[in-house]
């Protein structure tokens, strides 16, 4: 069973940056794994940032690419969510997903519990 699970998140003023990573807990490599990362606000529907292949391809939401780049290191089997130019309603909680695919798939059956990114001065 793949577990994952995020770091990096914290407090950051707005204008700021944070890395978030994304690794497993259960031993698995990501190799085989689409990996994708989302954030959820409260009040707001869970918002799709970008996905991974394990082939390195990626894919975006329109509202937020040229801010946020995702990438791995196959050798620290860890995907990154790098953050810049952070505002307030970047605030949420961000989660990373996980599904055995060579594409990133609509759905994914492995989540994190998440971490907690607030953007304030």
């Known amino acids: 069973q793949l577990q994952l699970v995020e770091s990096g998140g914290g407090l950051v003023q707005p204008g700021g940056s944070l890395k978030l990573s994304c690794t497993t807990s259960s031993g698995i490599s990501l190799d085989r794994y689409a990996i994708g990362w989302f954030r959820q606000a409260p009040g707001k529907e869970r918002e799709e940032i970008a996905c991974i292949t394990f082939y390195g391809r990626t894919t975006y939401g329109d509202s937020l690419k040229g801010r946020f780049t995702i990438s791995r290191d196959t050798a620290k089997n860890t995907v990154y969510l790098q953050m810049n130019n952070l505002t307030a309603e970047d605030t949420a909680t961000y989660y990373c997903?996980?599904?055995?695919?060579?594409?990133?798939?609509?759905?994914?059956?492995?989540w994190g519990q998440g971490t907690q990114v607030t953007v304030s001065s």
């Open positions: 997903s996980g599904r055995h695919s060579s594409y990133c798939p609509s759905e994914f059956p492995h």
